[in-house]
């Protein structure tokens, strides 16, 4: 074989000879695309540690020309790692010294920082190197064009960046690029370039013919000379979210389930085979380590579409948005094939509701404790059952368990009905205040401090521990260390674990460890609350039940009505037990992990977490002493690692489409835009957390900014002065805790934990939902 290879050579398509952007560019050549002539000094030079024949075959070659000088490793501009930019490119290169030069440079960058760097976090260790060499373009125009947005993964907007000359300078970041988004044949234009719209569309459909020819959505750079267009380069895009898949052709709606739990994090297939059955479905639809649910037949459904509607307005306000786009799509609708829904709504869910009202009506406040005692019967009888299964029956008796009695406790029970009720009480009283005192954010201050929520209790509690800690210098200092022996803080934070230690941060994923499992994420938050005063967590509390019920007295002197005092108490009274279904689902699930990890340990399982990437069937086979497929499980650990770093769509269709929504409101330019969902405005220096294990950090004065927060967050309230999420509605758990603690709150802000860095000083107006970063 040759050291040296035209690329229009049919053997330079081989990955092996021509690496990854040497083997695309002949396959562009093959399939008839327009692309500058070239060669590939192939991986055989590298191989053969730079054999003195390449340099012959070099001198052999007619170079007269001016020659880009590229990397094209075996690693480079594949399906799952683009390797863009890890390795040098040398433009403008004439005279076969200079060449030769470069391209010995170029195989010595395979050993660079970036690119070692980037091997190494991609788990690459097997590679080699070839060096591509292409004569130059003199452009009027060059740029880049993505066949799929790449910011949304919407597989039918094609987008394309262009720039005057060459396309190296928009890479490099040296000229503002021309952007132009193209969907469904309309062109949308930012920017002062003056591509014709018709050559525009010749170069989506360039785009479009390269991506079939290639079976997927790829990254193209291109140049524009003499009204011709040339394509010199193109390789995958590796960050689209995958497709969900459609069973029956039907092009089908789904939404992202994790943001409406507030927890945008993959969730491995144990956990997500818990949830579709907590769902009422034995199909979930897994698409990117996330769960997406179908909606496409309850759109068509009034009842069952208006429910959803409702449920979403509460808890993200852009899926909202966007199922109201799709509604819109009128022949789309009357299109939906007939058929069975994706998901069982709750078997009571009326006979709940009517419950509801009539405890309301009774004033029957007696129904919160009973409702305690039966959930925790329900707990104590798990326990003594489930001891008695083993091998595949455990995961059988779990199986029924979850449908007999997990989800009657968290999906069925009555006290659903007056928690509903309370959620429409909301409304009544919030219209009552305007009337009255014209204040419209009234909720706000009447949820402050309400009785019966667990997730606050948990919260005060886990502050008491820090009071005790905090008068511990030697304590203190072991924990801040690294220290993880909780027992030296005493029998309080044993005593907490029994309560809580099912918790955890994403816990609505069985396998993420509970507090019981892993301390540091507990005492990360002991260690933030460290730099209040003692008693702060009592002190907040007892400051929101004064705060509630002044402003209550001063409604019910103006309206002078039984009426609204009813409502009002009801509310205080029921709104607080929200967070009650999930903590005994939590429970449940802490029992049956045990139970789990118990069993797979007695079987001799390779890794315990490899039962985090079974589903309930091989997962039952598995302890029946079935053939454990452990080359299956090893590349699920690789691909949930690339779908982390993934950003999940809120609604997608089968087909790549993406409904992507916007924010209607006043925010200052260059602001970013959320969801107000905590009055006040406030200004402070910003901490970004993505890991709870990091609030340890958080320094008092400061606004956590982070993509989302779930019950386990709770006591890390206390220690802030305001809250970003990017994910979030008025009625998810981060908007309701920083109303009840009084902090400004926007929610919602795409990006917020990559646009703002920690240290920045920034305002946030959690009245009308946005954040500012100052100079």
């Known amino acids: 074989m040759n050291y040296i290879l035209s690329l229009s050579d049919i053997s330079a398509q081989n990955v092996?000879?021509?690496?990854g952007k040497g083997a695309n560019l002949a396959r562009l050549i093959h399939h008839g695309f327009n692309v500058p002539v070239g060669y590939v000094i192939t991986t055989k030079v590298f191989d053969e540690n730079y054999p003195i024949e390449w340099e012959t075959e070099l001198s052999s070659l007619s170079l007269n020309g001016i020659y880009a000088v590229r990397s094209s490793s075996t690693a480079e501009d594949m399906p799952a790692n683009s390797f863009a930019g890890q390795q040098d490119t040398y433009l403008n290169v004439s005279g076969l010294e200079n060449i030769k030069q470069a391209i010995k440079n170029c195989f010595a960058s395979i050993n660079n920082e970036r690119a070692i760097h980037y091997r190494e976090k991609n788990g690459i260790h097997t590679f080699s190197m070839a060096v591509v060499l292409q004569e130059m373009v003199d452009p009027e125009y060059s740029g880049v064009l993505f066949t799929a947005d790449p910011s949304s993964s919407d597989r039918l907007t094609t987008i394309i960046e262009a720039v005057s000359g060459l396309g190296e300078e928009l890479v490099s970041g040296r000229k503002i690029p021309t952007m132009y988004k193209v969907k469904n044949g309309n062109i949308q234009k930012s920017g002062e370039n003056k591509i014709s719209d018709e050559k525009i569309n010749e170069l989506v459909q360039i785009g479009n013919n390269i991506q079939n020819s290639f079976g997927s959505e790829q990254d193209i750079e291109w140049c524009l000379k003499d009204d011709t267009f040339y394509i010199v380069q193109s390789r995958p895009i590796t960050t689209l979210y995958p497709k969900p898949q459609s069973s029956d052709g039907f092009k089908r709606c789904y939404y992202s389930m994790g943001h409406l739990q507030m927890m945008t994090n993959t969730i491995l297939p144990l956990g997500g085979e818990f949830l579709s059955r907590m769902m009422g479905t034995e199909s979930p639809s897994?698409?990117?380590?996330?769960?997406?649910?179908?909606?496409?037949?309850?759109?068509?459904?009034?009842?069952?579409?208006?429910?959803?509607?409702?449920e979403f307005k509460g808890f993200d306000k852009r899926i909202y948005d966007g199922v109201q786009e799709v509604l819109e799509r009128k022949e789309y609708i009357h299109s939906i094939p007939k058929g069975e829904f994706s998901f069982k709504l709750p078997n009571n869910i009326f006979p709940t509701i009517i419950m509801g009202w009539k405890t309301y009506i009774k004033n029957d406040v007696s129904v919160i404790q009973k409702y305690f005692r039966r959930m925790e019967s329900s707990i104590k009888e798990l326990e003594k059952e489930i001891v008695n299964h083993h091998e595949g029956e455990l995961v059988s008796f779990i199986e029924r368990d979850i449908k007999t009695n997990l989800v009657k406790t968290f999906r069925e029970d009555p006290i659903w009905g007056?928690?509903?009720v309370a959620r429409v009480l909301a409304s009544y009283i919030k219209k009552k205040s305007e009337k009255y005192i014209g204040e419209n954010d009234i909720i706000s201050e009447i949820g402050k401090s309400i009785p019966n929520n667990i997730t606050s209790e948990m919260g005060i509690e886990l502050g008491r521990i820090a009071d005790i800690v905090r008068r511990q210098p030697e304590l203190v200092d072991y924990l801040k260390n690294g220290g993880e022996d909780i027992t030296k803080i005493g029998t309080e934070f044993s005593a907490f674990l029994n309560k809580y230690g099912c918790r955890c941060s994403g816990e609505i994923d069985i396998t993420k460890p509970r507090y019981s499992e892993d301390h540091k994420s507990l005492i990360a938050i002991i260690l933030a609350n460290l730099n209040q005063p003692n008693g702060h967590a009592n002190t907040i509390f007892e400051r929101g039940l004064r705060e509630s019920q002044?402003?209550?007295?001063?409604?019910?002197?103006?309206?002078?009505s039984n009426v609204l005092k009813?409502?009002?108490l009801f509310y205080r009274n029921f709104w607080g037990l929200r967070e009650a279904?999930?903590?005994?689902?939590?429970?449940?699930?802490?029992?049956?992990?045990?139970?789990?990890?118990?069993?797979?340990?007695?079987?001799?399982?390779?890794?315990?977490?490899?039962?985090?990437?079974?589903?309930?069937?091989?997962?039952?086979?598995a302890f029946c002493g079935g053939e454990i497929n452990y080359k299956k499980i090893d590349k699920m650990k690789i691909d949930y690692n690339h779908y982390e770093i993934l950003n999940p769509p809120r609604i997608i269709f089968s087909d790549g489409e993406v409904i992507k929504t916007f924010y209607d409101t006043k925010a200052p330019n260059n602001s970013l835009v959320g969801i107000g969902v905590s009055k006040g405005t406030i200004i402070g220096r910003a901490r970004v957390i993505v890991d709870i294990l990091n609030a340890k950090d958080i320094q008092d004065g400061e606004i956590l900014v982070t993509r989302f927060t779930d019950p386990s967050w709770t006591p890390v309230f206390l220690s802030i002065i305001g809250l970003v999420t990017e994910v979030g509605g008025m009625v998810t758990h981060g908007s309701v805790v920083a109303r009840e603690y009084g902090l400004p709150a926007v929610v919602g802000v795409d990006n917020a934990t990559k646009s703002i860095r920690t240290g920045d000083m920034i305002r946030v107006n959690g009245e009308d939902g946005w954040v500012e970063i100052l100079p």
């Open 286 to 310: 897994f698409c990117g380590g996330r769960i997406y649910v179908d909606i496409t037949r309850h759109l068509k459904s009034i009842f069952r579409r208006n429910l959803l509607l409702w």
């Open 581 to 621: 279904p999930k903590y005994y689902m939590m429970r449940h699930f802490w029992i049956y992990k045990q139970a789990l990890i118990k069993e797979a340990k007695r079987l001799g399982i390779r890794n315990i977490d490899d039962i985090y990437y079974m589903n309930f069937k091989e997962l039952k086979s």
């Open 566 to 568: 009813k409502r009002i």
């Open 418 to 420: 007056c928690i509903s």
């Open 16 to 19: 092996d000879i021509s690496g």
């Open 550 to 560: 002044k402003v209550i007295d001063e409604l019910l002197m103006k309206a002078n």
